[in-house]
Nanobody, 121 residues
Framework: QVQVVQSGGGLVQAGGSLRLSCAAS????????MGWYRQAPGKQRELVAT???????NYVDSVKARFTISMNNANNTVYLQMNSLKPEDTAVYYC???????????????WGQGTQVTVSS
């Protein structure tokens, strides 16, 4: 079993900062990719940022230069530092982890419980 637990988020004024954390635990052989998605009301879930176990990040254009994703391989934790937040960043943010639980098993997707980020203007 794998558990993915998020923390962080909340309400902040435009221009402010927030940090999200996400820890994957349980029977983990190797996390291949971890990252963050978000879903605003009435919109589809979209990718925000991902990072591979080798440390290669990827960002959606709208958050480049404002958000930074990082990963601690020792405890399978991924962080999202969000700076210069804008009202359009308001959404529920979901942690995603693509994890193998065994060398004999394929990679599976696991999701966190979601956390609200609200940016007021």
């Amino acid at each position: 079993q794998v558990q993915v637990v998020q923390s962080g988020g909340g309400l902040v004024q435009a221009g402010g900062s927030l940090r999200l954390s996400c820890a994957a635990s349980g029977s983990i052989f190797s996390p291949n990719v971890m990252g963050w998605y978000r879903q605003a009301p009435g919109k589809q879930r979209e990718l925000v940022a991902t990072i591979t176990s080798a440390g290669t990040p990827n960002y959606v254009d709208s958050v480049k230069a404002r958000f930074t994703i990082s990963m601690n391989n020792a405890n399978n934790t991924v962080y999202l530092q969000m700076n210069s937040l804008k009202p359009e960043d308001t959404a529920v943010y979901y942690c995603h982890a693509a994890i193998r639980t065994s060398v004999f098993r394929p990679t599976k997707d696991y999701w966190g419980q979601g956390t609200q980020v609200t940016v007021s203007s």
